[in-house]
């Protein structure tokens, strides 16, 4: 689909090994409790920071605050002055690629505990645990199929569960896409104690979707499915929101003026509304998804 769906995070890694960053805590909207198989937060590893603001920013109103770090340039995105993401400069990293991407991040109740799940699943770990000050400790990993992802382990709980539907260009959910379902959904469902149910599906095509929905406390955390295309590789693909189709066609059609590239254009999804797949000029994609205001919540995706 797009020449930057392969990268290579162990470079961002190692280069940053040996710097100690104390990053704010995910949300301020906590209650102690842990939320394991939850996704948290969100980073975009960059290697057009301006570009990258400026294209969020009229996109979707993004706002973007530089933080001071030691050796590394990192920026948390708020919307409506909730925080919502991070961004990484690359060029502050020692790649010998371009590694642009989004990062997903999970919750886990325990950072060695998730290492030893990703490891004895035959996954990799990427980047050991390590202290991030006051936002917990963090852990990065490629699944057995090659899916970069992170978990968290916060100081004082994971953020609660909203009863209301995002903001339009927030989060709305996440879907890994991947070579092997039954090994995926093996995995997560033991990394984040989430239940696994298995759905019908079908492509715009015409052709069977292996999709699985994870879940936990009677929400749904988030998808597998089968690859669109048998060449990609596997990955994590968030998704934001997106009201209705009318103003997903306004999105799109301001995608190209702004420095980024329309990689899927709206198509029609199983469980309702459009999706399309877009990239910022950093090149890393992201899934736009229109869920009405009069839709369920998210736990019916």
């Known amino acids: 689909m797009h020449r930057l769906f392969i990268f290579s995070l162990g470079l961002v890694l190692a280069a940053c090994s040996s710097v100690q960053y104390n990053l704010p805590p995910v949300s301020a909207d906590v209650d102690g409790d842990r939320r394991a198989g939850k996704f948290i937060w969100h980073d975009l590893i960059s290697d057009d920071p ?119 260009g927030a989060f709305l959910w996440h879907e890994l896409w991947t070579s092997d379902v039954d090994d995926a959904t093996s995995l997560y469902s033991a990394l984040g104690d989430l239940d696994a149910e298995a759905l019908e599906g079908t492509s715009p095509d015409g052709s069977a979707i292996d999709f699985r929905v994870l879940r936990s406390e009677e929400l749904t955390r988030a998808g597998i499915r089968s690859l669109p295309e048998p060449e990609m590789p596997s990955l994590w693909m968030p998704y934001l929101r997106v009201k209705s189709f009318e103003r997903l066609e306004v999105l799109l059609s301001e995608v190209d003026d702004l420095g980024g590239e329309v990689l899927v254009p709206a198509v029609s999804r199983p469980s309702g509304g459009y999706v399309a797949v877009i990239a910022g000029p950093s090149g890393a994609p992201i899934a736009l998804q229109t869920w009405g205001d009069e839709q369920s919540l998210i736990e019916d995706l």
Do not use: C
């Open 50 to 168: 301006e570009g990258t603001e400026t294209f969020y920013s009229a996109l979707f109103g993004w706002e973007f605050r530089s933080l001071e770090l030691l050796g590394a340039s990192y920026w948390i995105i708020s919307l409506d002055g909730k925080p919502i993401a991070g961004m990484v400069d690359q060029s502050g990293v020692a790649a010998k690629r371009d590694i642009s991407q989004w990062m997903s991040v999970m919750a886990v109740p325990n950072a060695e505990e998730a290492v030893s799940v990703v490891s004895k699943a035959g996954g990799r770990v990427l980047r050991e645990p390590v202290s991030i000050g006051d936002r917990g400790t963090i852990a990065v990993f490629a699944d057995a199929q090659g899916a970069y992802f992170a978990t968290l382990t916060t100081v004082d709980g994971d953020p609660v569960d909203e009863s209301s539907l995002p903001a339009e």
